[in-house]
């Protein structure tokens, strides 16, 4: 809540009124009305005697304990990403900075805020990125102070994978090198107890949640495995990684989309023109089922945050394989020009 908001909430849970209030402070009823509608604030000496009057502390006036659920950060942090969409990244990015202001001591969502803009700067053509750089490494930097060691521990993460896109490896080791383990997995020992007291659907959620994470992992290693054969030019070993990762990615539900993207880094590092344009195709195709995991049966008891605008995360897809320059060795065939004309779509 703002200032005007915990005063106004305050002042009605000690069943005062705004005259009451300004007689103890010394000031008009007409001022405490437009400290509680935000049109003015009180006078820093004012605060300590109005938190003594409402019953509180300083630190509750100024929301410097304001916390927030998990549900709400993460809606938060999706609309800065809506408005990325909508009004530009400039806009996202001031979004960004105003909630962080709002919420100074709230270390997760400062995290999440940072993360979210500098995926989106990445994907995104920006003009002076490091304006904007700089603020996000600042954020990523305040984290570090943080008492909670995992928050402290996912900023390192962050920092060290902003280093290595930068080139700057010496400083990504040095954060890598600080992470420090989180300790003993208790989910399932936690699974266990919950299957012992028959709490069945507690205790497969928490074993499909693990199914799922480790099926992305698994996806997700095989692709970095292929890529890496890739660089070295070992084609028919990449090959071998390609095609499991597809047979994985088909077994586990994660949809075309993930299953054929090995294949298809494969088929555009060989510069194989028939086999980029079949690849391509089960890309563009994926696009539109990206998101079918969510109501597979493996992961029935997942509870998967319900996207309220998914055409964006398509939309996002569809422009990171129109706009990939590895592809202009493809895009003159006429069969990939139809598929080019699809994505415009």
Known sequence: ????????????????????????????????????????????????????????????????????????????????????????????????????????????????????????LIVKEIENPEIYENKIVGWYEVALTSKDEKIINLAKSSLTGYYMTKGIYEKAQQYLDEIQPLGFDKRFTQAILYEKQARYDDAYEIYENILYKGAQELSNVLQMICHLLCTEKKYTEAEKYADLSRIIAAALDLGDYTAYTSNFLLAVEKKDIPQGIEMLEHMINGIDTYEEYKASKLYSHVRFYKSTNPDASKKVLRNSLKNNAELDFIKNEPAAKKLFQRLEK
């Open 1 to 120: 809540m703002k200032i005007n908001e915990i005063i106004r909430k305050y002042r009605k849970d000690e069943n005062l009124t705004q005259e009451q209030v300004a007689n103890y402070l010394g000031v008009t009823a007409p001022a405490v009305n437009k400290w509680e509608n935000g049109i003015s604030y009180p006078d820093i000496t004012l605060l300590a005697p109005l938190a003594r009057i409402l019953k509180t502390d300083v630190d509750t006036l100024l929301s410097f304990h304001e916390e927030l659920s998990d549900a709400e950060c993460r809606q938060l942090v999706k609309g800065i990403s809506d408005s990325i969409q909508k009004d530009g990244f400039t806009a996202g990015f001031e979004k960004g900075e105003a909630l962080i202001k709002e919420y100074p001591n709230y270390d997760m969502l400062r995290l999440n805020i940072a993360d979210i803009l500098r995926v989106h």
